[in-house]
């Protein structure tokens, strides 16, 4: 996420079970303007930068690995930054259970309002009825906290065109990967 001066924080990209958060750290010092956090728990591996750094510079395969996921990240974030900008808070919503889906292969979220409205840039008030009108369609079961995606080629059908361009036509290959 990148965050403003009064603490408000907006979507940049999402990592799941495909990706890792600071892989171009392995490059060496680097910075970075955005903030991570974890929504969705679940089990994960964390090496010491020094390592990592270290196995990256022994490594051409590794050093490649980084730099195309990199690349990932950067597209993605440009995706999400122009679907942040043209298009509705309902179609980002379903793009972004979808993404989640896919990054963790559950379609059990344990997601609040709150966190959804902060990732989107949208009140939260705004997610409760774009949550409510997804779930008087069917498409979702939500309860507090708990989000159960209930019919995904309707999710597919009602999120915007970021998530197809961002599943299937950018993202996944360049990383050789099929959800």
Known sequence: MVLDRNGGAIETATVGREGAVGLHGGLG?????????TQIGGRFSAVRA??????????????????????VLLAEAQQISACNAMHSGGARLCRWLLQ???RTSRDELPLTQESLAQLLGIRRTTVTLLAQALQVRGLISYRRGHIVLLDRKGLEESACECYGIMRHEKLAPALGLHF
């Open 29 to 37: 010092g680097r910075r970075s303007f955005t903030r991570a956090t």
């Open 50 to 71: 020094g390592r990592f750094e270290h196995i990256a510079n022994g490594s051409a395969p590794v050093r490649d690995l980084i730099l195309r996921y990199t690349e």
């Open 100 to 102: 989640c889906a896919d």
